[in-house]
C-alpha cells in the first residue's frame, strides 16, 4: 500500500512539473505573439498616419479638412458600435483618398486661378517686354559745324548726365559724334581749337535725337600761341628826285620803346627794303652818307603796307 501511495504521489508531481512547464513555455509563446501583434499594429497605425497627412495636405481648403474630419469622425463611432472596427476603418480611409482626389482636382482649378495658364504667362511675358523696351538706350547724335554751316572735324563733343554720367568723343569727317543715351536730360558741350565753346540742354524721351551745335570762331583770329599772322613792311629810300639811294639802312622799332625789338636792314640797288611784321604801332628810320636821317610813323593793321622816305642832302 505504502508503495502505491508514494508511486501516485510521484506522478502526480511529475503531471504538475509537467503541466508547470507547459503553462511556462505557453506563456513564453503568448508573450512573443502578443510583442509582434504590438509591433505589426505601430506599423500599420504610422502607414496609416502618413497617408492621412499626405492627404490632408493636398487639401487646399478649410471646407475639406473639416469634411474629413466628419468622416473620420463617424468613423470613430462606427468603431465603436460595431465589433470588428478594420472595416470601418478601411472605409474611412477609402473615404478619405477619394476626398484627397477630389482636394487634387481643386488643387488644379486652383493653379490655374493663380494665372498659371498659357494666357497668364504671355500677358506677364509682354508687360516684361514694354519694361525691358523702355530701358533700352538710344542714340544721340551732335554735329558740330561753324557760322558757314561747314563741319568742324576736329571738334570735341561732351555729354554729361550728372551724377557721375560722363562721355566724351571726338567727331568724324563729317564734324558728327553718336552717343547711346539712356532717357534723361543731358548737357552736350562741344569745343575745337580757334572756336568759342557752345553748349545745349537735350532730352532724351523714348526715341533717337539730332542736334547741331554751332561754333562761334573766336575775334582775333589767333591761334593757341597767340601769334598773328605777319604782314609785310616796305620801306624805299629815295632822294629829293625821287631817284633810289642804294647805299641807305632802314631801321624799324616797335611801339613798345624802349622795351620793344630793333631791326636794320640795308636797301637793295631800287633803294628798298622789306621787314616781316605784325599787327602794331612802328617807327621806321633811314639814313645814308651824305643825307640827314629821316623819321616816320607806320601802323600794321591787318595787311601789308608800303612807305616812301625821302632824304635830303647835307
Not at 211 to 240: A, F, M, Q, R
Request: no cysteine.
Amino acid at each position: 500500500m505504502r508503495r502505491n501511495a508514494r508511486h501516485q504521489r510521484a506522478k502526480s508531481r511529475s503531471i504538475q512539473t509537467s503541466v508547470q512547464v507547459l503553462l511556462t513555455v505557453s506563456g513564453i509563446v503568448l508573450l512573443l505573439a502578443g510583442l509582434a501583434l504590438a509591433a505589426s499594429g505601430a506599423s500599420v497605425g504610422g502607414a496609416f498616419g502618413a497617408v492621412s497627412d499626405e492627404w490632408d495636405e493636398s487639401a487646399p481648403t478649410d471646407d475639406v479638412g473639416s469634411a474629413d474630419d466628419d468622416t473620420a469622425g463617424s468613423g470613430d463611432e462606427n468603431d465603436g458600435s460595431d465589433a470588428d472596427g478594420s472595416n470601418d476603418t478601411d472605409e474611412t480611409d477609402s473615404g478619405d483618398q477619394n476626398d484627397g482626389t477630389e482636394d487634387g482636382g481643386g488643387g488644379d482649378d486652383g493653379s490655374n486661378d493663380d494665372g498659371s495658364n498659357d494666357d497668364g504667362s504671355d500677358s506677364d511675358s509682354n508687360e516684361t517686354d514694354n519694361e525691358t523696351g523702355a530701358d533700352e538706350p538710344h542714340t544721340l547724335t551732335v554735329i558740330a559745324e561753324d557760322d558757314a554751316g561747314d563741319p568742324i572735324k576736329d571738334a570735341t563733343v561732351e555729354v554729361d548726365g550728372g551724377f557721375g554720367s560722363f562721355e566724351q568723343q571726338d567727331v568724324d569727317k563729317d564734324g558728327e559724334a553718336e552717343f547711346e543715351l539712356e532717357d534723361g536730360q543731358y548737357t552736350v558741350t562741344a569745343n575745337a581749337d580757334g572756336y568759342n565753346e557752345t553748349s545745349e540742354q537735350v532730352e532724351i524721351d523714348g526715341e533717337n535725337e539730332t542736334i547741331t551745335l554751332t561754333l562761334e570762331s573766336t575775334d582775333d583770329g589767333n591761334d593757341d600761341t597767340g601769334d598773328s599772322s605777319p604782314y609785310t613792311l616796305t620801306t624805299i629810300v629815295e632822294d629829293e628826285d625821287g631817284n633810289p639811294i642804294d647805299n641807305a639802312t632802314v631801321e624799324l622799332q616797335d611801339g613798345s620803346f624802349p622795351f620793344g625789338s630793333t631791326e636794320k636792314q640795308d636797301v637793295d640797288d631800287d633803294g628798298e627794303a622789306e621787314f616781316e611784321v605784325e599787327d602794331g604801332q612802328y617807327t621806321v628810320t633811314a639814313n645814308a652818307e651824305g643825307y640827314e636821317e629821316t623819321t616816320t610813323d607806320v601802323e600794321i593793321d591787318g595787311k601789308d603796307e608800303t612807305i616812301t622816305l625821302t632824304l635830303v642832302e647835307n
